[in-house]
């Protein structure tokens, strides 16, 4: 009888979390289940940021990629991916500091959401939907990015 209800239990909740992950997805893009498994792939392939800063970085941009179609100005995460890329090379020489780095691309990210928010009030959409995967982007890079490694789910 416990392995009966236990069993119904592990159903329901299954149900619960795809049901939830649907609700998530609007269609247009990832689902951050989606992104943050892209990311830990990074993390995980090249887990030294310093020595692998140009190939990490060449993965993170493919993997941010997917939220182009999500968000409403895709040239900002464009800017963001090349300060990425440039920036990857230059820890990798040793040029710049990998807290630099994080420091960088957490002002460029600021700087570019205070971009989108300045255009959307200037141009709103017809559709103010906004996926969770571009709200997801809206919140990654902040400030706690910034310290050592950057390693968490936020940081891009």
Not at 133 to 145: E, I, K, P, V, Y
């Amino acid at each position: 009888m416990r392995l009966q209800i236990g069993m119904v239990l592990c159903v329901l909740l299954a149900g619960c979390g795809v049901t939830r992950q649907a609700d998530q997805s609007d269609g247009t893009g990832p689902t951050p289940a989606d992104l943050n498994d892209a990311l830990a792939e990074c993390r995980h392939a090249y887990p030294d940021q310093i020595t692998q800063a140009v190939a990490r970085a060449a993965c993170v941009i493919k993997a941010t990629e997917q939220l182009r179609s999500a968000l409403p100005f895709p040239d900002l995460l464009d800017q963001e991916n090349a300060l990425r890329k440039s920036l990857a090379g230059q820890v990798e020489s040793g040029q710049v500091s990998l807290i630099d780095r994080n420091r960088q691309i957490a002002k460029l990210h600021s700087k570019l959401l205070a971009e989108e928010q300045s255009r959307l009030l200037a141009n709103p959409p017809a559709e103010a939907k906004s996926s969770v995967a571009a709200t997801q982007w809206r919140l990654s890079n902040s400030d706690g990015c910034a310290s050592l490694g950057g390693n968490t789910a936020n940081c891009f």
